[in-house]
């Protein structure tokens, strides 16, 4: 690229070289001759990205300024950075990059166009703009022209932080400046901070506007019927959302607005652990040439991906253009949510594989955003932990969690959507005793609520929950929907159920100013005299 071209493009950064919107082969083809990279036999690349493979959620800050001071919810997942020590920490990052050459991406986050926000992307390595690439949303040429972003993100994983001068918590920064509308990466070469970070970028600045920024999966039926999936990572919200009888929207990220959702997204990050054509042949077509690899092991005599290896990490992904994914909605636009599914992975086992919630009950779900965090997923998860996160995202939902609740409560009541909370997680014991649902069975009974399989069906209610539970669903055992039917001890069960109830009810102490229409969907303890 020539100094004409850089200032065109309206570069404002000192460096080496400049590569601009490289196409996808020449992203590639540098990627294997320079950063050691290699294809799979199946035309993806793959790269190793070392020390860390999942999200730094210890080492990623909001800069502390007058304009978003007063509106962040400030926690241990949204920790403030001094503004002394961004300008430390940008000014690292500028002289960084003065000696390297860089690749830059120009596009867009949003499906929306009334919506959706240019983005600059400066990264390090080719194999991080070739995943910017496929993750965001690319610009027609035209678009280009006079292109000015609105955020950029430095993304240099060489550099690393020096914690007691900069303000961090290690060598690893992800920092968020919405005065200056920049994201500085450094110390880390997992790809997920890059769109976890923009995204969470869209996730303070959309309700502003009206729109519900939503941490969920999307599809949509031949009517054009939306579902909604939502979930943290390894709930199931990319393997449920690909289904060969609908489109996929988007696998990730959305926002809801008067008109419909649309995907924030222009690719899917999936995790690839345990993968197989079998269960989800969407996801394995998916990955070919064009596709990223993240720490999944290469046999180095034929290429093949072995996807049941997990010597570098449990949370191994993929990241592809949703075009890969041949039932998919290239536009990323839909019509107005008709079902939304909370997706949960309970170790404890005790949850029902799929309960239907009131508006109340689905308010006071998305706020506590229950499951346990599977290994892998962040730094130092080695088996299933138990956890709440707000919107079923709070480390990418910087809002009081009111604020995301209150717009999605006021979308049900409007356009009168059914709501579906369905575990993915363990069944006839907890983790260790019991085990996972089996995959058949939940897609069953996701399709069911979907098609209106359950609309009509008998219900009854869980006493602990007060979780309305269908007696019946096509395709799936009804000695399965019913937790104790399955269990080794209903005392041990409803020990356990207590327990939860009881983990509900203190994580729910957090939030102040709720409305009591929301707490009634808060469990209750059993009496010790039920319990047999």
Same mark, same amino acid.
């Given at each position: 690229m020539n100094r004409q071209d850089i200032s065109e493009v309206s570069m404002?950064? $000192? /460096?080496?070289?400049?590569?601009?919107?490289?196409?996808?082969?020449?992203?590639? *083809?540098? &990627?294997?001759?320079?950063? %050691? !990279?290699?294809? &799979?036999?199946? %035309?993806?690349?793959?790269?190793?990205? %070392?020390?860390?493979?999942?999200?730094s959620p210890n080492d990623r800050f909001i800069v502390d300024t007058p304009t978003v001071h007063e509106h962040i919810n400030w926690n241990k997942a949204n920790m403030p950075m001094t503004i002394e020590n961004f300008n430390r920490l940008f000014s690292k990052v500028l002289d960084y990059?003065?000696?390297?050459?860089?690749?830059?991406? =120009? +596009?867009?986050?949003?499906?929306?166009?009334?919506?959706?926000?240019?983005?600059?992307?400066?990264?390090?390595?080719?194999? $991080? *703009?070739?995943?910017?690439? $496929?993750m965001f949303r690319k610009a027609k040429e035209e678009e280009l022209e006079n292109f000015r972003p609105e955020f950029t993100v430095y993304a240099v994983p060489g550099l690393q932080a020096n914690p007691e001068i900069d303000g961090t918590n290690s060598e690893v920064f992800i920092v968020l400046n919405f005065e200056k509308k920049i994201v500085l990466i450094g110390g880390t070469k997992y790809c997920g901070e890059i769109k976890k970070s923009i995204f969470t970028v869209m996730n303070y600045l959309l309700p502003f506007k009206g729109v519900l920024p939503m941490h969920c999966s999307a599809n949509m039926g031949e009517n054009g019927d939306v579902t909604l999936f939502f979930g943290l990572s390894g709930t199931g919200k990319t393997t449920l959302s690909a289904d060969d009888d609908r489109k996929l929207i988007g696998d990730d990220e959305h926002g809801w607005t008067d008109n419909g959702v649309f995907n924030f997204e222009g690719g899917c990050y999936a995790k /690839?652990?345990?993968?197989?054509?079998?269960?989800?042949? $969407?996801?394995?077509?998916a990955i070919r040439? %064009?596709?990223?690899?993240? *720490?999944?092991?290469? =046999?180095? &005599?034929?290429?093949? @991906?072995?996807?049941?290896?997990?010597r570098y990490t449990e949370n191994t992904r993929a990241a592809f253009p949703i075009e890969h994914i041949e039932n998919s909605v290239p536009g990323g636009i839909g019509g107005i949510p008709k079902t939304i599914i909370f997706l949960t992975a309970d170790a404890t086992g005790v949850l029902p594989p799929i309960a239907r919630l009131t508006k109340e009950q689905a308010m006071y779900h998305f706020m506590s955003g229950y499951?346990?965090?599977?290994? +892998?997923?962040?730094? +130092?998860?080695?088996?299933?932990?138990?956890?709440?996160?707000? !919107?079923?995202? &709070?480390?990418?939902?910087?809002l009081r969690p009111q604020v995301y609740a209150q717009l999605l409560g006021e979308k049900i009541d409007k356009y009168n959507v059914k709501v579906f909370l369905v575990n993915t997680g363990w069944a006839s014991g907890s983790y260790g005793i019991g085990s996972r649902m089996k995959l058949k069975y939940t897609r069953a009974m996701v399709r069911a609520a979907v098609n209106g399989d359950l609309d009509n069906v008998e219900y009854?209610?869980? @006493?602990?929950?007060?979780?309305?539970?269908?007696?019946?669903c096509p395709n799936v055992p009804s000695l399965v929907l019913n937790p104790p039917n399955i269990w080794y001890s209903l005392d041990e069960y409803y020990r356990k159920a207590n327990s939860l109830a009881e983990s509900f009810r203190s994580n729910f102490r957090q939030f102040k100013d709720v409305p009591e229409s929301i707490l009634i969907g808060e469990p209750e303890k059993m009496l010790e005299e039920y319990i047999i």
């Open positions: 404002k950064v $000192q /460096c080496k070289k400049i590569h601009y919107n490289l196409p996808i082969e020449q992203l590639i *083809n540098i &990627a294997i001759e320079k950063e %050691g !990279c290699i294809v &799979a036999n199946n %035309g993806a690349l793959c790269v190793n990205t %070392g020390k860390y493979t999942g999200r990059i003065k000696s390297k050459e860089v690749f830059v991406f =120009d +596009g867009f986050v949003g499906a929306d166009k009334e919506y959706r926000m240019p983005i600059r992307v400066i990264n390090e390595f080719a194999f $991080q *703009n070739l995943f910017s690439q $496929q /690839c652990i345990k993968l197989s054509k079998e269960h989800e042949p $969407q996801i394995w077509e040439e %064009g596709a990223l690899l993240e *720490n999944v092991v290469i =046999d180095e &005599a034929t290429g093949e @991906p072995d996807y049941d290896d997990d499951t346990s965090k599977l290994a +892998g997923t962040e730094r +130092g998860i080695v088996e299933p932990m138990a956890t709440f996160s707000t !919107c079923f995202g &709070a480390p990418f939902m910087l009854m209610t869980d @006493p602990i929950f007060h979780l309305e539970i269908p007696k019946e």
